[in-house]
């Protein structure tokens, strides 16, 4: 059986979207030491640390408007700059990842969805930066239409829609700042001809 090596997590902070947790961490030389970890959980019995669940806290929409990638370029306070990214956003409580991609594709851009069929290991939660946070996202792909507007987004949010062509893809990827995942797909748009070819593997 493997050792349990998180004595005991005490929470830090109380937020509403993210919260500071520090764990009582046994290394593997017996040493004790504390480690930070931000998580959307409430609760430290709700971290993944301790439920090993696999459910996704947040979706990421990988959206073809013809022939051009729907991004946004927002703007973060982590880095005090704009960032090109997917379209994404937090799964609201009883939600599917289907249901939140289509209404946080809406809200951001204005756009709406229509799925396209994917394998399932392509859509399974996968961690964003699981050196800090347990955040786990799913990604949504799918096909665009309607005309682009933030007259939809929160007060909060500072985007601006991006319908990027391959030639503009490769000159955000040379100098512009992009999210880690928006760069792979981006990279994996920029090598198929079809859009969704990655998609298309053999079983």
Known sequence: MEENRIQSI????????????????????????????????????QLRCKTKDQEPDAVIIYGIYEDKVALIKQYRYAIGD?????????????????????????????????????????????????????????????TLKGQPTNEHQEESEDIQVVLADRTEIKRILKEEKVSLMTAYMLMHYLSETEPFGFLNQPE
């Open 10 to 45: 005490e929470k830090q902070t109380n937020n509403r979207f993210l919260n500071l947790y520090v764990q009582d961490t046994k290394r593997r030389n017996g040493i004790h030491a504390p480690y930070y970890v931000a998580s959307r959980r409430p609760n430290p019995d």
């Open 82 to 142: 704009y960032i090109y990214e997917f379209p994404a956003g937090l799964i609201d409580s009883g939600e599917s990842i289907e249901e939140a991609a289509v209404r946080e594709m809406y809200e951001e851009t204005g756009l709406s969805l229509s799925l396209v069929k994917s394998p399932k290991e392509y859509s399974k939660p996968f961690y964003t930066s699981v050196g800090m946070t347990d955040e786990a996202c799913s990604m949504v792909f799918g």
